[in-house]
Nanobody, 125 residues
Framework: QVLLVESGGGLVQVGGSLRLSCAAS????????MGWFRRAPGKEREFVAA????????YYSDSVKGRFTISRDNTKNTVYLQMNSLAPEDTAVYYC??????????????????WGQGTQVTVSS
């Protein structure tokens, strides 16, 4: 079992920045990934970014590429999402997810085995 807890959400103005954290505890796996998804009001949950382990490969959706950065701190079992140049369309509940084994495709929610409760990000115009 893996417990994921997101933090760092809040209210920010257009053009501002936020840094989300996802702290993981419990069982570890020899290979897998951690990712970020988001769900905006009235829309389906969409992929944001992911990072593999142990290789560290990083993937972004086109909508956030160049603005968001995913990273990890292995000593703290924590994954971060640095969000810059935020726009109103980034307003959503952001979810951290963990894949417990190798998955070829990380941009679909079915590839992940564990999910956090989410943290709200609101970008005001």
């Amino acid at each position: 079992q893996v417990l994921l807890v997101e933090s760092g959400g809040g209210l920010v103005q257009v053009g501002g920045s936020l840094r989300l954290s996802c702290a993981a505890s419990g069982r570890t796996f020899s290979s897998g990934a951690m990712g970020w998804f988001r769900r905006a009001p009235g829309k389906e949950r969409e992929f944001v970014a992911a990072i593999r382990w142990p290789g560290g490969g990083i993937y972004y959706s086109d909508s956030v590429k160049g603005r968001f950065t995913i990273s990890r701190d292995n000593t703290k079992n924590t994954v971060y999402l640095q969000m810059n140049s935020l726009a109103p369309e980034d307003t959503a509940v952001y979810y951290c997810a963990a894949a417990a084994a190798f998955r070829r495709v990380l941009s679909i929610d079915g590839s992940y085995d564990y999910w956090g409760q989410g943290t709200q990000v609101t970008v005001s115009s």
